[in-house]
């Protein structure tokens, strides 16, 4: 399979972290993606170019910094399934989830309640409770979290639309991640969006663990907002520039935001002048210039996605996981002691359930140079990513994870 890779020289493009002089078997790009070789040189480009120019770089740089985000966001588009108009690198993940709930979460009378899934990633959570209580409203009374039933991992989609329909008349917002971070479970976007549409609520989605991973139309889907980062599958470095999208149907409304010269029209900015006028695109909800550097290594690390193609990730992504699937299975007839808690229309993770010994099993696996993670209580979560793992690589832990328990 890995001769026959058409993505195998991508893995070439990458700096993987050394075990004992070996490379690690690295499944942890779902948290921190790898380090594209180009990243330095994209750096260094500005360092110079700051050298050079002072302040002037912002109209004089090779990359010119004034609209540095611009380069960026026609890749952006292509992997959100957005118009390039209605995406914008900005901030970082929930300093932008916050900006966009100042737009599209509008509590108006009856309808305040906002509809999330049981156990967000923790920042979303507070992201809630914070706005909620912000609003002056008891989260325990307006969010509506969505469990998986008993003895089930995943949440199942009817039940999320059957909540929708239950709170219908006191809806506000319809906020979820787009793929679960604990259980890797896709959502599925377009249904929830029209359902939340429907009930007259807006809806938006946490897209960290789904940009980069698995196939996104959220302009044909109608989402109204969604936000990411970048440095898990986009390989964007720690803490690196975040992004977000608003639809093309709210760039000329009257939503409210929070404002900062960086949306303001570009042909009146340095004027100077009162008078907020927001840039008509997903621009004008930038607050900040754009921070150059982690800037840099987004563009560095969207090049590699440009030239790979994110379809044939995707188709390659599919394989390989469904390789790792193959071989947890394989394992199971011998042991039974794993089980995979990710459904099967998944990205590049699948979280594996030990019953047994689950953290010595874990230790195992690193001691051999195998980096995955390790969620309480008894979680290993590998996600096998398409541009840097093999085939190979999901061969020699299936080795690891079998002697482990033998
Ligand atoms: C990784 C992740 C975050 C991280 O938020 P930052 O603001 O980038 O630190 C937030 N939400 C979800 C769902 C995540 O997976």
Wanted: net charge positive; hydrophobic share 40%; aromatic share 12%.
């Amino acid at each position: 399979m890995d001769r026959k890779d058409p993505l195998k020289k991508f893995r070439g493009r990458f700096i993987i972290p050394k075990h004992k002089g070996k490379n690690v078997i690295y499944f942890t790009g779902n948290s921190l993606g790898l380090q594209p070789k180009t990243a330095a040189k994209y750096i260094q480009q500005e360092l110079t170019d700051w050298a050079k120019f002072g302040v002037e770089g912002h109209f004089k740089a090779k990359n010119l910094w004034y609209s540095y985000h611009e380069l960026v966001a026609g890749p952006l588009a292509e992997l959100s399934g957005a118009k390039k108009e209605e995406v914008v690198a900005m901030n970082q993940l929930t300093s932008n989830l916050h900006f966009l709930f100042v737009s599209f979460y509008r509590p108006e009378g009856k309808r305040i309640k906002i509809l999330c899934e049981a156990h967000a990633f923790p920042s979303d959570q507070y992201l809630l409770e914070s706005q909620l209580k912000f609003h002056g409203f008891d989260p325990a009374e307006a969010l509506i979290e969505v469990s998986p039933r008993r003895g089930e991992y995943t949440i199942r989609t009817e039940d999320i639309l059957s909540a929708i329909e239950k709170h219908k008349e006191e809806l506000a917002l319809v906020f979820i991640g787009g793929v679960n971070y604990y259980s890797g479970q896709v959502m599925d976007m377009k249904t929830i969006t029209e359902a939340g549409h429907q009930a007259g609520a807006l809806v938006g989605f946490d897209l960290a663990h789904a940009i980069g991973n698995i196939c996104l139309d959220l302009h044909n889907w109608n989402v109204d907002f969604a936000a990411w980062c970048s440095y898990k599958y986009l390989n964007s470095g720690p803490g690196s520039v975040g992004g977000a999208f608003i639809h093309t149907k709210h760039h000329r409304s009257e939503l409210q935001r929070f404002a900062g010269w960086w949306g303001h029209d570009k042909n009146s900015r340095f004027k100077m002048e009162k008078g907020f006028s927001p840039i008509p695109t997903a621009e004008g909800w930038q607050l900040s210039n754009a921070p150059v550097f982690s800037m840099a290594i987004h563009k560095a690390a969207l090049a590699v996605f440009e030239e790979a193609g994110i379809s044939r990730i995707i188709e390659k992504s599919n394989k390989l996981t469904g390789y790792l699937r193959f071989i947890i299975d394989g394992i199971n007839n011998k042991s039974n002691v794993l089980e995979i808690l990710t459904p099967e229309t998944a990205g590049s993770q699948l979280s594996i359930s030990v019953h047994r010994q689950g953290k010595e099993v874990f230790r195992k696996l690193i001691s051999k140079g195998i980096m995955a993670d390790w969620r309480e209580p008894n979680v290993i979560r590998v996600a096998p990513v398409p541009l840097y793992n093999s085939f190979e690589d999901v061969f020699r832990f299936g080795e690891v994870l079998l002697k482990s328990f033998t």
